[in-house]
């Protein structure tokens, strides 16, 4: 975007838009950067984009909104949102896996950036549906590493994953240590939703097979719902996120076993 701080509301807020529809989401200090307007400013703008149904207005900024409960976003796509959140999230979940365990991942993009965080972790055993992760873990292999993979099978979904029946089967015999889980939505009321109504049942068998569950959600997951819930948040173990919304947080900590709560980056808002 054009650094101009001449702009019309209109024509601000089409750069905006232009800016959340190419990148899917955009935060409020590089917008005040961008724009040469103030903090407030962009946050009226974000707020009437908002009202219109355009977009969806999350911790210090704002992603594509009005998606349909069932819309899945592909991997490449879903990758490039709030890297740096889930890159903290990944380190810190990363923190709890002791050498020799056997853990599960499921599909997602943070599980996925976790994945990277474990490959020096020996003589893991690790058990994913997602073949993004699975491929983190040969390339390792074929560098040295010790970890052990085991792929589930199934049906690929738009992210990546492998469900339905043959991945379910695969699941329910194993039992893990600690289960690393994503979610396409999070909220006390809805509890952690997906749009795939084949990866809910998949995770479901995950929750089952493990001693102990960690649910990885970066503060964009707040504000969404998917078209199916897969857990209620008292299945849930420990939570690492960025951020809780202040709305939520007395029910979130007193539903889950424990919130971990990983730095927001200087010069954000909290809710």
């Not at 796509?77 to 890297?83: F, I, L, Q």
């Not at 939703?193 to 569950?213: D, I, V």
């Not at 690492?240 to 010069?267: F, K």
Request: charged letters at 25%; proline letters at 3%; one cysteine or more.
């Amino acid at each position: 975007m054009v650094d101009n701080g001449n702009l019309l509301a209109h024509q601000r807020r089409a750069l905006i838009l232009e800016e959340v529809r190419k990148r899917g989401g955009v935060r409020v200090n590089e917008l005040t950067r961008t724009l040469s307007v103030s903090d407030m400013t962009v946050r009226r703008d974000l707020d009437a984009l908002a009202r219109e149904g355009l977009l969806r207005k999350v911790h210090g900024g704002a992603v594509l909104g009005g998606e349909p409960s069932s819309h899945e976003p592909g991997f490449e796509t879903k990758s490039e949102w709030e890297t740096a959140a889930k890159g903290a999230i990944a380190r810190a979940a990363a923190a709890l896996v002791m050498p020799g365990s056997a853990i599960a991942l499921s599909a997602g993009t943070t599980t996925h950036a976790l994945a990277k965080e474990l490959t020096e972790v020996a003589e893991l055993t690790v058990v994913t549906n997602s073949i993004r992760t699975a491929e983190v873990f040969e390339a390792a292999r074929r560098s040295g590493s010790t970890t052990t993979v085991v792929l589930t099978g199934g049906i690929r979904t738009p992210s990546d994953a492998l469900v339905g029946p043959i991945a379910d089967q695969a699941i329910r015999g194993l039992h893990v240590d600690l289960l690393f889980l994503g979610c396409h939505g999070l909220g006390t009321a809805t509890g952690l939703t997906t749009p795939n109504l084949g990866e809910a049942e998949t995770n479901r068998a995950f929750l089952r097979s493990a001693r102990r569950s960690v649910l990885l959600a970066d503060h964009t997951k707040w504000s969404a719902v998917g078209l199916t819930t897969f857990a209620a948040l008292d299945e849930v173990d420990v939570l690492i996120t960025d951020a809780l919304p202040r709305e939520e947080a007395a029910a979130v900590t007193e539903r889950v076993g424990e919130v971990v709560q990983t730095s927001v980056p200087h010069g954000e808002q909290a809710w």
